[in-house]
């Protein structure tokens, strides 16, 4: 069992920044790799970015490189999604995921079924 809490959401202007944090405790096994996820209204969920255990094979979503940063602390129990020259199009409640080692390669990494534990979620709002 794995317990993820997210943390760090908020209302922000377009171009600012917020950094997310992702609290994780229960078996390191199954967090080989943790991820984030967003939904907006009415839209589906959609990748985000992910990281693998050792915090150098990263992955993200077309929309968000070059603005947005995942990083882990494995010491810390935490991942984090700092992110920066937000838009209001990143309006959305964020989530982290949590996957075991299984689950690698590109094309898993960024499929939502394949993780198998996830946060609370935490709203992320960029106004105009």
Not at 42 to 69: L, P, Q
């Amino acid at each position: 069992q794995v317990q993820l809490v997210e943390s760090g959401g908020g209302l922000v202007q377009a171009g600012g920044s917020l950094r997310l944090s992702c609290a994780w405790s229960g078996s390191t096994f199954a967090t080989y790799v943790l991820a984030w996820f967003r939904q907006a209204p009415g839209k589906e969920r959609e990748f985000v970015a992910a990281a693998t255990w050792g915090g150098r094979n990263t992955y993200y979503a077309d929309s968000v490189k070059g603005r947005f940063t995942i990083s882990r602390d494995n010491a810390k129990n935490t991942v984090y999604l700092q992110m920066n020259s937000l838009k209001p199009e990143d309006t959305a409640v964020y989530y982290c995921a949590a996957a075991n080692i299984n689950v690698r390669g590109e094309s898993a990494v960024v499929a939502g079924a394949n993780y198998g534990y996830w946060g609370q979620g935490t709203q992320v709002t960029v106004s105009s």
